[in-house]
């Protein structure tokens, strides 16, 4: 949803004609007169709290392809215009909940941009002065959304101009704040004030203490629910091990890890339970790695500890001749009979066509339903769902997937079960969709995914 052109905009006021002919048809009734007038200021005040509620500010120059996509349910709007806006009208920064900062490499540059008399150099640092007047302006902000391009040779001048970063910085302290999503290398998360509800960062982000000055204790900022993010998928990048002198995860009620390679994955799981395993109540873990590697440790840690979790949600893709075997021990270590406090299983994962055809071992998928199905061990187990996604080529012919008959025939409950199951064995190229949703709300996870 694209922004009108403010210069076209009368802020609020009816074109004279209407109002003319308004006044004239209601100057002998001043009650009705006062009652369209109260009428139109809480219209009007009621449309910009909702149109701007949820922004998107590109720090790149131009409109990002794709925004006027009905999809989206933010209001894109150029700095340039968002400022007159508020230059006028100071109060609507305050309508401002929902926010994203991005920078997009594919923009189509506006016409009426270029029509300016500006040089290049001219226009985005004029693009970058109304980013910043609109920053400052946001003083109620609920949920911030910071990702600049990477790597940062793509960085737009923005995030080289001090002053913009300091209006970011603001914003990130702001007390107000219950969500931040942080996916860049910069270390914006360690400028929380003492607490938020929902933080997403990557897992390499924050400052090494050996070149930055340790924080006070007391200055830890605690976090309900954190996601971590392993954005490359060659595994070459490592947990901050300075993250609990930053943050305090002691209390955390939610954890969602994300990562596209096993390699450091048992070592930074093992590091984030150590800290919350007596209060994480949802754990989220999602390992979708591409790659054959046998020197990574895989799923090689334990859930041992972790007796008031009450839902587990696990994504898998790769090779399952080896890494669900590693699920099935993983879900075993989880305590059992009465200790054990599961309500809620869901089990994804992504194989390949011949993982359910030529190559397809009934074994261990037998063995993840005797597990997970095993009253004994999951005694408050209530909801369970089972999917399965493969990806099929050209050539492959369907009929021949035996692993799906054989999963569709294997898994099924008796009807007097307590437990409710949900089975699905489909193709599926890209599964993992947002079956659990690590925000609060719909609205927020739209931000936080958009382009």
């Known amino acids: 949803m694209l922004a009108p052109d403010c210069a076209h905009v009368n802020h609020g006021r009816l074109p004279q004609e209407m109002y003319d002919e308004i006044i004239s048809f209601l100057q002998d009734d001043p009650i009705t007169l006062r009652s369209c007038a109260l009428t139109h200021r809480s219209l009007l005040f009621a449309s910009q709290k909702h149109i701007f509620n949820s922004l998107i500010l590109d720090t790149g120059l131009g409109k990002p392809v794709g925004s006027d996509e009905a999809r989206f349910k933010y209001f894109f709007i150029a700095p340039n215009q968002l400022r007159s806006i508020l230059q006028r009208s100071q109060y609507i920064g305050a309508y401002v909940r929902n926010l994203r900062i991005t920078t997009n490499l594919t923009c189509l540059m506006q016409s009426r941009e270029w029509e300016i008399g500006l040089t290049d150099k001219e226009m985005e640092q004029t693009h970058v002065e109304s980013l910043t007047f609109c920053l400052q302006q946001f ?41 931040f999503d942080h996916c860049s290398p910069m270390d914006l998360a360690y400028n929380l004030k003492n607490h938020i509800e929902y933080l997403s960062m990557y897992a390499e982000t924050g400052p090494n203490l050996s070149t930055s000055a340790t924080p006070q204790t007391n200055r830890r900022c605690s976090v309900d629910f954190l996601q971590i993010w392993h954005n490359d998928i060659y595994g070459s990048t490592v947990l901050n091990p300075h993250l609990q002198e ?7 009620k939610g954890l969602c890890i994300r990562s596209g390679h096993d390699r450091h994955l048992s070592a930074d799981v093992d590091y984030l339970l150590r800290a919350c395993e007596k209060s994480l109540l949802h754990l989220i873990l999602e390992s979708t790695t591409f790659l054959s590697d046998f020197d990574a440790d895989g799923l090689n840690f334990t859930f041992k500890n972790l007796h008031a979790l009450h839902t587990f949600h696990v994504r898998l893709q790769g090779e399952m001749g080896r890494r669900l075997p590693m699920l099935v021990t993983l879900l075993s270590t989880i305590p059992a009979g009465q200790e054990n406090m599961l309500e809620e299983l869901v089990v994804q994962i992504k194989c390949d066509y011949f993982q359910l055809s030529r190559d397809f071992h009934p074994e261990p998928w037998d063995n993840l339903w005797t597990l997970v199905t095993n009253s004994t061990h999951f005694p408050r187990l209530t909801k369970l769902y089972l999917r399965v996604f493969y990806s099929m080529g050209f050539v492959e012919d369907p009929s021949n997937l035996a692993g799906k008959t054989y999963l569709l025939s294997k898994w099924h409950l008796p009807p007097d079960s307590r437990i409710s199951l949900s089975v699905d064995v489909q193709e599926q190229v890209n599964p993992f969709g947002p079956f659990h949703l690590f925000w609060p709300s719909d609205r927020v996870h739209h931000l936080v995914r958009l382009f």
């Open 139 to 179: 003083r109620y902000l609920e949920c911030l959304s910071v990702r600049p391009a990477l790597p940062e040779e793509n960085y737009k001048l923005a995030w080289k101009n001090p002053e913009f970063l300091q209006a970011v910085q603001n914003l990130v302290s702001l007390p107000s704040l219950r969500c």
């Open 246 to 252: 930053f943050l305090d995860i002691g209390n955390l």
